[in-house]
């Protein structure tokens, strides 16, 4: 586990709240379920947010320290909309947890905080709110409601989304954080029939998404701007998305982006506007072939700069890559190859089918029902982009019960599945060569072995699947 930074204080938190609450005509329900003395008591001018020297709010809340990520601190907030929570800011679950009871008077939210933007800072921010806010509006899965969020780093120093706290609910809506778990908690405690109940769910959220018929374009396409804040309205009312038949290549299909714009118009289709991906701030791409082969070197080559021992495969990689997934400015000079239209048969069909994709759909982002096994939300989008549904199953790998949950999906799968899990495979293993120390933290010995395991795995892979076609 890694341990978070705890970057805000009680006054930032509140904050976060009043803005939400008080100052997002979005949110009008929610202010309006708060006394007329608490909004009176309230001032209306945001930038005095700044200077608040009182307690408004009636708040307790639970920074997260523990966690997978390094990129997030996580708040969980409890907000009444009355005086009777006495409020002592002791940050200790149990007591969170004891102020519940089921008092519907109670709001719950997460407040997911961005912390350390190495890379796509505001993409994945963006990204998550807009595919999110989709996905909500237009009841395609189970998600937490956005309330609130920023993207400028300009009213507490970070980006932040606030969020409903989906583990205060069940089926019926009534509070009950105990019923409502990640299912990586209690995955293994699964006998297999409600492992299939869960997973067969899953595949019919897929078929349902893989079914959006998509109306795609690059940044590049219109205002060639990568970041476009979600209430623009000169995004929502462009002049490309409401003339479909003007400035656009039907034979182009985009794909490996972040979502800079999603919404569906009267004719039930989907115009999206992508920004470069979100993680590598490359894209997007018009292609698979494009898409994987990026993804692989860019994770690969930052982990040869970080670490020595890691550069012994870069000759046996370049080659993989050229064989597989070969760059086509490289078609007319393939020397490495003795028959060129082998070669050109393994590469990835352009015409895949193309799909809104979560990409980090592991079991811990997959919130539960412990008692019904229904779904009750899917969480943490920010690695969301439009890809083919192979990428959304690649993190499945270590469950048991693996190829039977690739059976439930084989007929919705690629012409080429093959080639694209290979490309997968090896994309994973260099994001692990990469991230293996900010996942592991402190615990050295526990990541030296994650990452021998990993090595074994390539060496396994560029080795033993290497083709014949090279000697």
């Known amino acids: 586990m890694n341990k978070n930074q705890n970057v805000l204080n009680e006054k930032d938190i509140e904050k976060v709240l009043i803005k939400a609450i008080f100052y997002n005509p979005l949110n009008i329900e929610l202010q309006n379920s708060f006394p007329t003395r608490i909004k009176d008591s309230i001032t209306k001018n945001i930038e005095s947010l700044n200077n608040i020297e009182n307690k408004y709010l009636q708040f307790n809340y639970h920074f997260l320290k523990d966690s997978e990520g390094v990129n997030n601190a996580i708040y969980f907030i409890q907000l009444l909309n009355n ?12 007591n969170l947890n004891n102020k519940c009871n089921n008092n519907t008077e109670i709001n719950n939210f997460v407040l997911k905080v961005r912390t350390n933007p190495k890379r796509g800072k505001k993409l994945k921010t963006l990204n998550e709110v807009t595919i999110m806010k989709f996905m909500f509006e237009n009841n395609i899965c189970p998600v937490p409601k956005i309330y609130d969020f920023d993207i400028e780093c300009d009213f507490i120093g970070y980006e932040y989304i606030l969020m409903e706290n989906l583990c205060f609910k069940n089926s019926n809506g009534i509070a009950n954080q105990n019923v409502v778990v990640p299912l990586s908690s209690i995955y293994k405690t699964l006998n297999f029939e409600d492992k299939d109940i869960i997973m067969k769910k899953l595949r019919d959220y897929f078929v349902k998404v893989r079914n959006l ?8 396409d219109c205002d060639n701007n990568v970041i ?12 490309i998305l409401n003339d479909r038949n003007n400035n656009c290549d039907k034979s182009i299909t985009y794909l490996g982006g972040s979502f800079k714009f999603m919404k569906m118009n009267d ?34 080559e930052e982990s040869f700069k970080q670490e020595e021992r890691f550069s012994k495969y870069i000759p046996l990689l370049q080659n993989y890559l050229n064989f597989y997934f070969p760059n086509k400015k490289e078609n007319n000079n393939l020397t490495n190859y003795k028959n060129n ?5 393994t590469k990835i069909n352009d015409k895949e089918h193309v799909m809104i994709c979560h990409n980090d759909l592991n079991t811990s982002n997959i919130l539960i029902n412990k008692e019904t096994k229904e779904i009750i939300g899917i969480i943490d989008w920010e690695f969301s982009t439009l890809s083919v549904i192979e990428e959304e199953v690649k993190c499945w790998d270590d469950l048991e019960n693996y190829n039977y949950y690739l059976s439930l999906m084989k007929p919705y799968f690629s012409l080429n599945s093959d080639l694209i899990f290979k490309g997968f495979e090896l994309f994973s293993i260099g994001l692990s060569f990469y991230k293996y120390k900010q996942w592991f933290g402190d615990a050295v010995e526990k990541a030296e072995l994650f990452i021998v395991k990993q090595m074994s795995k390539l060496d396994n892979l560029l080795q033993n699947n290497y083709s014949p076609l090279f000697h």
């Open 83 to 94: 005086d009777t929570l006495n409020n002592n800011n002791n940050n200790n679950n149990n």
């Open 213 to 220: 018929k998509l109306n795609v374009k690059s940044y590049k």
């Open 228 to 239: 476009v804040d979600d209430n623009n309205s000169d995004c929502k009312e462009s002049n």
């Open 267 to 300: 004719n039930g289709i989907v115009d999206i506007i992508l920004n470069p991906n979100s993680e590598i701030v490359q894209g997007p791409f018009t292609s698979m072939n494009q898409y994987l082969r990026t993804l692989i070197e860019f994770y690969f």
């Open 341 to 345: 239209n082998e070669m050109n048969n």
